[in-house]
């Protein structure tokens, strides 16, 4: 059963997904406490949004002591996904999806972000209710109120609003 946040967000989903696939610039939004960097590491490519299917991302979160490496699976303006590990062990697909929220309003984003795992080591992560699913969910909720924040302050900016 996958781990799953979701939060809205008061700018449009494009804003959302240039602000949050500009891995360079993810410490000037985020904390930390769940990505400390990702970096993508296809040859003449800085950011998310500039990666296509099969790129690697290094990506180094703050509970592990190495990074891990992840490959891109999907790239779609209104959904990006890649998956890290060995499908025996351990494999986790982390997917973000952007899409215009409920009320119709196309300057508003519902945005949620997804893990699923698979492998013999799954069953001690794959549930929100397990010890690391409730660190993860953790993580994603804070990830959220920081993108949040992060696109809402620059799309103030940009529109004077």
């Known amino acids: 059963m996958p781990i799953t946040s979701e939060i809205i967000i008061d700018a449009p989903p494009q804003v959302v997904r240039q602000v949050l696939l500009d891995f360079p610039t993810l410490r000037d939004w ?4 769940h990505f400390e960097f990702i970096e993508v590491l ?19 979160v703050p509970w592990w002591p190495l990074p891990f490496y992840s490959t891109v699976q999907e790239n779609k303006p209104n959904r990006f996904v890649w998956a890290a590990g060995s499908s025996l062990l351990l494999l ?4 973000y999806t952007l ?12 945005f949620s972000q997804s893990e699923g795992f698979v492998g013999l080591l799954s069953y001690f992560i794959d549930s929100p209710t397990s010890m690391a699913g409730k660190k993860t969910l953790q993580g994603f909720e804070g ?19």
């Open 99 to 110: 899409n215009p929220d409920a009320s119709g309003n196309p300057n508003r984003t519902l």
């Open 143 to 161: 990830f959220d109120r920081d993108l949040k924040a992060g696109v809402e302050r620059i799309w103030q900016e940009r529109h004077g609003k």
């Open 92 to 95: 986790g697909r982390h997917e």
């Open 30 to 33: 985020h904390d930390g406490a």
């Open 42 to 60: 296809a040859p003449g490519r800085k950011s998310g949004i500039e990666t296509v299917k099969g790129d690697r991302v290094k990506v180094k």
